[in-house]
């Protein structure tokens, strides 16, 4: 489902249950696979019977994996609004949960490894945001995730350009373009995020006639498809 606001892609998985045979395994694993990479879950339940040993499994984790994903998104938000102090404190929980609960390998880890590299990326601490941005970018390409990927490319973009590596902030926000077109509609706001991002370095190496154009392009997208009083908008502004 495509709209303005955003995308949802849902996925319907085979039942979690406590089978015992190799087919009842391979279920077992295409369902917990599914919601290891994924943002919510709709958990149906038979309500012809008593809540037993098998839903108590699942709700239990649920609760973990969904528990660290909530964390890092708050803490993601709380770190927009500058408030990092609470932002910490919250990623602090989440980091703390996902490795108590969470496999090595897990999907949710290249998540928790991005919010780590974001907030460093917001107090200044360039050379470990950078490298804790790598790391993620790493698991999330291992896990197919594009849409992360994309979304560590351009906290590496503005590391760089922070770190007055143009050439690498260049790459990086060029690179989180490509990916975010081949994964959203045109005139999706993200692939304008991009746009913007990538004119802007272009217009600091010199390039200004290709870097204002591709930032008029950005904006006119935004503008199109924002509401009124777009935050995002305004930053492209």
């Known amino acids: 489902?495509?709209?303005?606001?955003?995308?949802?892609?849902?996925?319907d998985t085979p039942g979690l249950h406590n089978g015992k045979d190799r087919l009842d395994k391979l279920m077992n694993q295409s369902a917990s696979?599914?919601?290891?990479?994924?943002?919510?879950?709709?958990?149906?339940?038979?309500?012809?019977?008593?809540?037993?040993?098998?839903?108590?499994?699942?709700?239990?984790?649920?609760k973990d994996v969904l528990g660290v994903t909530v964390l890092v998104e708050k803490s993601a938000t709380l770190r927009d609004l500058g408030q990092l102090q609470a932002a910490q404190s919250t990623f602090d929980e989440a980091e703390r949960?996902?490795?108590?609960?969470?496999?090595?390998?897990?999907?949710?880890?290249?998540?928790?490894?991005?919010?780590?590299?974001?907030?460093?990326?917001?107090?200044?601490?360039?050379?470990?945001?950078?490298?804790?941005?790598?790391?993620?970018?790493?698991?999330?390409?291992?896990q197919g995730n594009l849409e992360r990927v994309a979304n560590a490319s351009v906290s590496l973009g503005e590391a760089a350009l922070r770190s007055d590596r143009l050439d690498v902030a260049r790459t990086e926000f060029a690179?989180?373009?490509?990916?975010?077109?081949?994964?959203?509609?045109?005139?999706?706001?993200?692939?304008?995020?991009?746009?913007?991002?990538?004119?802007?370095?272009l217009?600091?190496?010199g390039d200004c006639a290709a870097g204002l154009a591709m930032m008029s392009r950005a904006l006119q997208e935004l503008r199109a498809t924002r509401p009124a009083g777009d935050l995002m908008t305004q930053a492209a502004e």
């Open 1 to 11: 489902y495509n709209d303005e606001r955003g995308q949802i892609i849902f996925i």
């Open 33 to 62: 696979g599914a919601i290891d990479g994924t943002d919510c879950v709709i958990y149906l339940v038979d309500t012809s019977r008593d809540v037993g040993e098998e839903e108590r499994n699942i709700a239990e984790k649920l």
């Open 97 to 142: 949960l996902a490795n108590e609960k969470l496999e090595a390998g897990h999907p949710r880890l290249g998540y928790v490894r991005h919010e780590r590299g974001a907030l460093r990326l917001a107090r200044g601490d360039l050379d470990g945001a950078q490298r804790d941005l790598r790391e993620a970018r790493d698991l999330l390409e291992q």
């Open 175 to 201: 690179a989180a373009l490509e990916t975010r077109r081949k994964i959203f509609p045109a005139g999706y706001w993200s692939i304008a995020d991009a746009q913007s991002r990538l004119g802007n370095v």
């Open 203 to 205: 217009c600091l190496s």
